[in-house]
């Protein structure tokens, strides 16, 4: 189920029949809210939903193995072939295609006959979260930090609506204690969830559709025509676009949550305000950054044995974590540089060069600078190929004579307003939370009906799905 592109009601009679039955029956609840995961994520194709079944009991049954494991080694041994076993059908599905032509290739290069046979494989719908949360349940039941969950509620966890197909990555030791708990109805933030669910529809369906639609598809599509201006604005454009869609569907996602009860963790703190690339990563995607640097970074050594060791492991891990997001070499070139931004910052660090702004005016500017470095980052992050980022962004040079066709005063508008809006101080998205929960039920309705009226009058018709279900 792509929300928001299908049926709206289908999705909240599932909020709100499973709300009931949290808050009414002791177990049911679970077994409902598990039937109606996969009937979620069947809506969009119920021959995944098996793969969904299978990876929550491997992670299950690798689990169970781990923690009856006598010796530490074979605890090693053990949680090393189920973490290896769980991403088998991440790495069929999401790379044995760009294997197989990459291959192919290298031995057309050197004159050699061999391919490997190039099968249709269609991507299943948020692998790449749900592989992730099942690894580190296994992994946190390996080193001690998580006890091993029953059947119904690890099937639970890893299948829970709201985080299913696009995040946050929620760790065990996050939800499954929020899943053993009986739930009060009288507690549940009605008016943080509606604030956050319909925050995160502004994003989307207005902000990111309209960008997406006015200006980054047409330019990122044909870079080679465009202008200057057009190209520096497809730029700037998709970077609100990714972080519009993207952080909007998990305000969605952590809303619906919390109208049932439950408390995910946060995943974007106004990143494009970060004043370093390392602050960049601690705001953007971070139940990501986090997971990477939990399960993959510390695991390889993190800083721990030496300096050179150090800046390997982040490439490695950065590297990695841009292969995560899609099997193509953008991807790899992505997290490549995302990895040699950190260690450069690393390295300016132990340099003594990087120190904490002093003013508000050397904030803007470290702010202005590791919003440019990430926006080159995006272009290959959006680009089809490696030539189409240098094509485009070799138009911020060459481009300025040409007459620029996508620019508007509404283009402007809005990739401004959405800049200036990272530096919206916290405590007055609080205050209109705190106005709409002393509104009664009757009064906050028209006022949320109002609101989500405005997004579908302002919203375009056809509104694309997600850009991170594909991933």
Same mark, same amino acid.
């Given at each position: 189920?792509?929300?928001?592109?299908?049926?709206?009601?289908?999705?909240?009679?599932?909020?709100?029949?499973?709300?009931?039955?949290?808050?009414?029956?002791?177990?049911?609840?679970?077994?409902?809210?598990?039937?109606?995961?996969?009937?979620?994520?069947?809506?969009?194709?119920?021959?995944?939903?098996?793969?969904?079944?299978?990876?929550?009991?491997?992670?299950?049954?690798?689990?169970?193995?781990?923690?009856?494991?006598?010796?530490?080694?074979?605890?090693?041994?053990?949680?090393?072939?189920?973490?290896?076993?769980?991403?088998?059908?991440?790495?069929?599905?999401?790379?044995?295609?760009?294997?197989?032509?990459?291959?192919?290739?290298?031995?057309?290069?050197?004159?050699?006959?061999?391919?490997?046979?190039?099968?249709?494989?269609?991507?299943?719908?948020?692998?790449?979260?749900?592989?992730?949360?099942?690894?580190?349940?296994?992994?946190?039941?390996?080193?001690?930090?998580?006890?091993?969950?029953?059947?119904?509620?690890?099937?639970?966890?890893?299948?829970?609506?709201?985080?299913?197909?696009?995040?946050?990555?929620?760790?065990?030791?996050?939800?499954?204690?929020?899943?053993?708990?009986?739930?009060?109805?009288?507690?549940?933030?009605?008016?943080?969830?509606?604030?956050?669910?319909?925050?995160?529809?502004?994003?989307?369906?207005?902000?990111?559709?309209?960008?997406?639609?006015?200006?980054?598809?047409?330019?990122?599509?044909?870079?080679?025509?465009?202008?200057?201006?057009?190209?520096?604005?497809?730029?700037?454009?998709?970077?609100?676009?990714?972080?519009?869609?993207?952080?909007?569907?998990?305000?969605?996602?952590?809303?619906?949550?919390?109208?049932?009860?439950?408390?995910?963790?946060?995943?974007?703190?106004?990143?494009?305000?970060?004043?370093?690339?390392?602050?960049?990563?601690?705001?953007?995607?971070?139940?990501?950054?986090?997971?990477?640097?939990?399960?993959?970074?510390?695991?390889?050594?993190?800083?721990?044995?030496?300096?050179?060791?150090?800046?390997?492991?982040?490439?490695?891990?950065?590297? =990695? $974590?841009? +292969?995560?997001? @899609?099997? /193509?070499?953008?991807?790899? #070139?992505?997290?490549?540089?995302?990895?040699?931004?950190? &260690?450069?910052?690393?390295?300016?660090?132990?340099?003594?060069?990087?120190?904490?702004?002093?003013?508000?005016?050397?904030?803007?500017?470290?702010?202005?600078?590791?919003?440019?470095?990430?926006?080159?980052?995006?272009?290959?992050?959006?680009?089809?190929?490696?030539?189409?980022?240098?094509?485009? =962004? $070799?138009? +911020?040079?060459? @481009?300025? /004579?040409?007459?620029?066709? #996508?620019?508007?005063?509404?283009?402007?508008?809005?990739? &401004?307003?959405?800049?200036?809006?990272?530096?919206?101080?916290?405590?007055?998205?609080?205050?209109?939370?705190?106005?709409?929960?002393?509104?009664?039920?009757?009064?906050?309705?028209?006022?949320?009906?109002?609101?989500?009226?405005?997004?579908?009058?302002?919203?375009?018709?056809?509104?694309?799905?997600?850009?991170?279900?594909?991933?």
């Amino acid at each position: 189920m792509l929300f928001p592109t299908v049926d709206f009601a289908i999705f909240f009679v599932l909020v709100f029949v499973g709300h009931w039955l949290l808050n009414h029956l002791e177990r049911p609840w679970k077994w409902f809210m598990i039937a109606a995961s996969y009937v979620f994520y069947g809506w969009w194709n119920w021959r995944f939903v098996p793969l969904l079944i299978g990876v929550s009991a491997m992670a299950q049954l690798g689990a169970i193995a781990v923690s009856r494991a006598r010796s530490p080694r074979l605890r090693l041994v053990v949680n090393g072939i189920a973490v290896a076993l769980l991403l088998v059908p991440l790495a069929f599905f999401k790379y044995y295609g760009f294997l197989a032509v990459n291959v192919t290739n290298s031995f057309i290069a050197l004159g050699m006959g061999y391919s490997l046979p190039l099968l249709q494989v269609v991507l299943p719908v948020g692998i790449s979260f749900f592989t992730f949360m099942a690894i580190s349940y296994v992994v946190d039941v390996y080193r001690g930090d998580f006890e091993v969950a029953g059947w119904t509620d690890t099937f639970l966890y890893l299948a829970f609506f709201p985080h299913l197909v696009a995040g946050p990555i929620v760790r065990p030791g996050e939800l499954i204690p929020q899943i053993r708990e009986r739930r009060d109805e009288r507690h549940v933030d009605v008016a943080g969830a509606s604030w956050l669910i319909l925050g995160g529809l502004f994003k989307k369906v207005v902000v990111s559709s309209f960008l997406a639609a006015a200006i980054v598809d047409p330019v990122f599509g044909d870079p080679a025509v465009s202008s200057g201006p057009d190209a520096l604005f497809a730029i700037l454009g998709y970077a609100i676009v990714i972080y519009a869609d993207f952080s909007g569907y998990t305000d969605i996602a952590i809303g619906v949550a919390r109208l049932l009860g439950f408390r995910f963790p946060l995943n974007f703190d106004r990143p494009y305000a970060a004043t370093s690339i390392q602050d960049f990563w601690r705001r953007w995607h971070m139940t990501l950054s986090r997971w990477l640097r939990d399960y993959l970074y510390i695991p390889l050594g993190g800083n721990r044995r030496g300096t050179r060791r150090t800046y390997i492991n982040v490439m490695v891990t950065m590297v =990695l $974590g841009g +292969l995560w997001h @899609g099997a /193509a070499w953008t991807f790899v #070139f992505w997290g490549a540089y995302h990895g040699a931004l950190l &260690a450069v910052h690393q390295w300016r660090v132990r340099r003594g060069d990087v120190r904490d702004p002093d003013s508000g005016v050397a904030v803007l500017r470290r702010s202005a600078a590791t919003f440019g470095l990430v926006c080159v980052g995006w272009v290959f992050f959006r680009a089809d190929s490696m030539e189409t980022a240098f094509v485009l =962004l $070799g138009r +911020l040079v060459t @481009g300025w /004579a040409t007459p620029t066709e #996508f620019v508007t005063p509404m283009v402007v508008f809005t990739v &401004a307003g959405m800049l200036a809006l990272q530096y919206w101080p916290k405590s007055l998205g609080l205050w209109v939370q705190s106005g709409l929960s002393r509104l009664r039920p009757a009064p906050m309705g028209i006022v949320l009906s109002i609101a989500l009226l405005a997004i579908v009058t302002l919203g375009p018709t056809g509104v694309a799905p997600f850009i991170y279900f594909q991933f």
